[in-house]
């Protein structure tokens, strides 16, 4: 929808660099089928009404809440030296780079026409939602497709991407779910730093970011 490809190579380019520095097996697999049909994820938008909601929006929203997430763990440490071994560098970075990958497939971009002010057609780029290629859930998903390529990915990232939306879909969920976030949470500190790093560049980094349609 917007004119900034070299934006979005650079993004890519960092994204794949910051993977590819965790020396996990499986980063190129999972490079790959994000770059494939039907994902697309280094084109995708972020939303569709909300923040970064144009092209490439997706890789800086994972990319945002990535440098924050870094950040968070600094403080973190800082304030909690014994936290260290639960929030290692590698972590953060699986964790907050591929929370919001079951975005990728779900956005399709569309010219629609609306009538302006002043009576008269016009064209505008959006995109359409559509769940159909794999109607799971969100950070379900997400975890999904990480152990699907073969990511070698840990329990602990596995629930900081699982749950990484907090109470925000809860009141769909059953009395379970929340028991199961409310566990992950005591049980794995990675949890809390992945949905403030999501809430904080979401918020703060990303505020302004909307374009109004
Ligand atoms: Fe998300
Ligand atoms: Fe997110």
Known sequence: MKD??????????EFSDLLRSTNRDGVEELLEYLDEEPMRF???PASVNHHLNHDGGLVRHSLNVC????K???LAIEARPDLAPHL????????????DICKADIYQPVRKT?????????DFDTYDIDYSNFPIGHGEKSAI???WTGLDITKEELLAIRWHMTAWE???????ALRNLNTARDLHPLCALVQLADNFAAALTEFGTTIHI
Do not use: C, W
């Open 72 to 74: 968070l763990r600094e």
């Open 42 to 44: 280094f084109t995708a």
């Open 67 to 70: 440098h924050a997430g870094l």
């Open 114 to 122: 609306r009538r302006n002010r002043f009576g008269i057609n016009v």
């Open 4 to 13: 900034n490809n070299s934006d979005i190579q650079a993004d890519k380019q």
């Open 88 to 99: 290692t560098r590698d972590s953060v970075i699986i964790a907050t780079l591929l929370h």
């Open 170 to 176: 809860l009141p769909m969920q059953s009395y379970e």
């Open 145 to 147: 497709l990480a152990l």
